[in-house]
């Protein structure tokens, strides 16, 4: 039931031309292949599941092979494209493109390390696209219909619509459950801009599509999604315009995160309109005119292609929830309980579908939490994960746990150690210098509260941090821990040496003296 | 600048001051007693620069720089017009709910630039009303019309409309699209604005404004020094120029078991440390070569200088250690750090003096320059003119340092001392 577009339900892009779809090759078929094989005959099973799966997507297929390796009769159910948005428009496309984008980026800035610039830097979009479409298809295989089949689990192609209680149906198939797990995901939130739906957009459903790269694209929104592929398309040669409602980028970020990141993207190039809303669009043949609004002045700019990533909404339509007594609302999706448990007791959700942070690990973690509390009675809380993210920009934005506002906000006292990356040998040599990481402890203790990275490889340096927070290490014992020398992730031992240096009080400074004295 | 080091701290501070104090002198438009925003001809005024133009003048008066009489007659024709001009909600009026436009026309008053109604450009603006009605405490006819102005222009401030109808401040307003919708996030100069409204005996803000306020501060550990953090060095200062924060504590200061005034001397040490670590190899930086903050830059563009991708900023808030940082400094915030870090702050006023006389002219420090981005001599480019909010500042920190004259007349304020307190302060001079 993941939202995908790779050739049933593409999304509009253009009112003008046709919707827009990956090309049929070799590498889009062989994915196919994995992700809803054409001849794939959905399983014939009369009696009860122990557990039936309602999309295919990060939440799903961990829930489903988890149940099924613990011996539950499961069934997985997917409408389109097995995989979800990870796979098929979200995080592995995305990520593959922001890889030759990087270096593409590097290229152009070789001196920088000392090395030449090569002379002429062509861009092949059509190779940076097959790149990405051949990586989806070999990460495809690892969760292809067939091998889940193999893993004990009885994969079903088709819409899912409760019909009671206790019961699914599914291609004209009524399949009874003891407990089901509702993991359909989200799908991009349409802008209510007047205009936009006649002109055309992307969105992360179709953007992946595109065979040729924009003269002039628009983006709107200045969230993950926005900044990532803004920050990508510029580096392939795109004049990217960027539009963010808010004053800075990622709102939700520390504002020196934004600000860091707001830095590298016009660094990069990228045409910066924050405090600007997008109020109409209009079509001068094939080019689309963009009128915004920024502090009352309107301005217009004429784009190729707008990309809308303002953010996404569940996926809850068309599955009868009302007939499983399942509440949900459409804006922030399945109502559940801490124990990811809906209103109906039989019946769980994970993921984008229920949760505020729609993130693939987020999915997965839920999954893993509601199949343990519905098969065996566990009590496991979600309130009680720790959830680490990133956005994939460059440099990388990762942060975890509480930020200082958040803190404030509950009135506990707070005290951040910051190490900036220009301090971190490695960084240095690698010439990785933009960022910081910044950890925030309770004040008077080394309890590590959260903490925020800006470095080329945040999304690798905030795992150490989560496990520190995980289980409980504080900036004391994290200030004892070996680093390698030279790693960019010894910048979270410097913030803990930091600490200890604190620790050193005047008193205490004066009876060492008197102790070396003697 | 040769006979530079033969001078004692004080001559130089004093020949530094009276320079930046002519600014106000030369850019007053004696028909409304506005002041240029900066001294580029065509210039609007900025009200900030009028705040601390009215907060200069008993500087003048003090030094010997200008007559008593002179100094109250220009306060005076600034105050009427500040009274009498036009606060319709039209789109060319002076004002709106008490509270002013960003940029005048220097010669008709009337909003220009489309510019916003600013919270904190009134705020430095009615700063310095209130220093002027605490200097001019004499019972003649002028200074008593002061006095009377100066009631009149705060108690038409409507504080309460400056939340619409959020918990904190907005940053502004426009007559073509209502306010700016974003507000104060984080520590920044709004200090004084809030102790100004929470003080207003007409339209006071709520003591809760205050609390979401600081709500959003960031308590940071950075180079070793625990300080308060925001990035440009000039917020720093601003509020301080007028409030003696040493030894007072709101709610988190006391938590934290400092004061603002520390905390801008940490910041300053911090701006020091920065620059002698210099991560981005700019040219000149080392540890009397610092001041990064909002100014003037050499433009939006990029250039390759000594092999390495340089890019410049036009006018913008440069901060530290986050940047944006494009190797411009200013050496009137360095003056201005003078009453918390004087050591650090004639160390590098002399060094300026001495590495970089070509961009001091006639004792006047300019907005800001760059080694980096080549010029005529070794200050690389410079910023032409000069700006009143520089200046400004720079008289009014010399002189605190010298004299204390500005934070003792606002501790003379009635407003300044029960806007303190409904905001959470308490001990030191507040007991």
Known sequence: MTNSSLQQEPATRNGQSPPSAPPDDRFHRALLHDVHPAAWRNPKFAGKYNLIVIGAGPGGITAAREAAALGAKVALIERNFIGGDRLNVGCVPSKAIIR??????????????????????????????????????????????QRLSEAGVDVYFGEARFAGSDTVEVAGDKLRFRKALIATG???????????????????????????????????????????????????????????????????????????????????????????????????????????????????????????????????????????????????????????????????????????????????????????NALFLGRKRLSALTIPWCTYTDPEIAHIGLYVREAREKDIPIRTFTVLM???????????????????????????????????????????????????????????????????????????????????TPTLKSLTKRWLAW | MAELSAQSDEELLDRFQRAAFGYFLEQYNPENGLVADRSRAGAPASIAVVGFALSCYPVGVERGWMTRADAAARTL?????????????????????????HFLDMKTGRRVWQSEVSLIDTTLLLAGVLTASAYFDADTPSENEIRERAEAIYRRIDWQWARGGAATVRQGWKPESGFIHYG?????????????????????????????????????????????????????????????????????????????????????????????????????????????????????????????????????????????????????????????????????????????????????????????????????WVSEGYFGLDQGIMVLMIENYRSRLIWNLMRQCPYVGSGLRRAGFTGGWLS
């Open chain 1, 100 to 145: 030759t984008a990087r270096l593409y980026a590097e290229m152009r800035n070789a001196d920088s390390v000392g090395a030449q610039v090569p002379g002429r830097i062509g861009i092949g979009f059509a190779t940076v696209m097959e790149r990405m479409q051949r990586i989806q298809a070999r990460l495809s295989r690892a969760d292809s219909a």
């Open chain 2, 184 to 380: 104060w996030d984080g520590y920044d100069e709004a200090i004084i604005l809030y102790v100004l409204g929470l003080a207003s005996p007409t339209h006071p803000l709520p003591e809760h404004s205050y609390i979401g306020w600081t709500a959003t501060y960031q308590w940071e550990n950075i180079y070793d020094y625990e300080f308060l953090y925001a990035g440009p060095l000039f917020i720093h200062h601003y509020s301080q120029a007028w409030i003696d924060f040493a030894g007072i504590r709101d709610r988190f200061m006391r938590e934290k078991k400092s004061d603002y005034f520390e905390n801008s001397r940490r910041a300053t040490y911090i701006q020091r440390e920065y620059a002698r670590r210099n991560p981005f190899s700019f040219k000149g930086y080392n540890k009397d070569c610092w001041g990064i903050t909002a100014n003037d830059g050499p433009g939006f563009k990029i250039q390759k200088i000594d092999g390495r991708k340089r890019r410049f900023l036009g006018y913008a808030a440069r901060g530290v250690p986050y940047g944006p940082d494009d190797g411009t400094i200013n050496p009137c915030a360095v003056l201005a750090s003078l009453p918390f870090a004087p050591e650090l702050s004639l160390s590098a006023l002399r060094h300026f003096c001495a590495r970089y006389p070509e961009m001091i002219r006639e004792w006047k420090l300019p907005s800001s320059f760059n080694p980096t981005l080549p010029g005529d001599g070794p200050s690389g």
């Open chain 1, 186 to 372: 989200a799908r991009p939130l349409t802008p209510p801009i007047p205009g936009l739906a006649k002109a055309g957009y992307l969105t992360n459903e179709n953007v992946f599509n595109l065979t040729e790269c924009p003269r002039r694209l628009l983006v709107i929104g200045g969230g993950p999604l926005g900044c990532e592929l803004a920050q990508a398309f510029c580096r392939f040669g795109s004049h990217v315009i960027i539009a963010q409602d808010d004053p800075t980028f990622l709102p939700k970020e520390e504002r020196d995160a934004a600000q860091v990141l707001s830095d590298a993207l016009a660094r990069d190039g990228v045409e910066i309109h924050l405090n600007t809303t997008v109020v109409g669009v209009r079509l001068d043949g094939t080019r689309k005119i963009v009128d915004l609004v920024c502090a009352g002045n309107t301005f217009s700019v004429s784009v190729d292609e707008i990309l809308a990533g303002i953010g996404r909404m569940p996926i809850v339509e068309g599955m009868n929830l009302e007939s499983a007594g399942v509440r949900y609302d459409t804006k922030t999706g399945i109502h559940i309980n801490d124990f990811l448990q809906t209103s109906n007791r039989r019946i769980y959700a994970a993921g984008d579908v229920c949760l505020e942070y729609k993130f693939t690990h987020v999915a997965e973690a839920s999954a893993h939490i509601a199949v343990r």
């Open chain 1, 422 to 504: 220009h301090d971190v040998d490695r960084a240095v040599t690698d010439g990785e210098e933009e960022g910081f990481v910044k950890i925030h402890v309770r004040d008077g203790t080394d309890r590590i509260l959260g903490a925020t990275v800006v470095a080329r490889h945040a999304g690798e340096m905030i795992n150490g941090l989560s496990l520190a927070i995980t289980s409980g290490i504080g900036l004391r014992a994290l200030a004892r821990v070996i680093h390698t020398y030279p790693t960019q992730a010894e910048a979270i031992k410097m913030a803990a040496d930091a600490y200890n240096r604190t620790r050193l």
């Open chain 2, 77 to 101: 024709v600034t105050l009427r017009f500040f009274c009498n001009s036009s606060q319709s909600g039209q789109t060319d009026a002076t004002g709106y709910k008490g509270f002013y436009y």
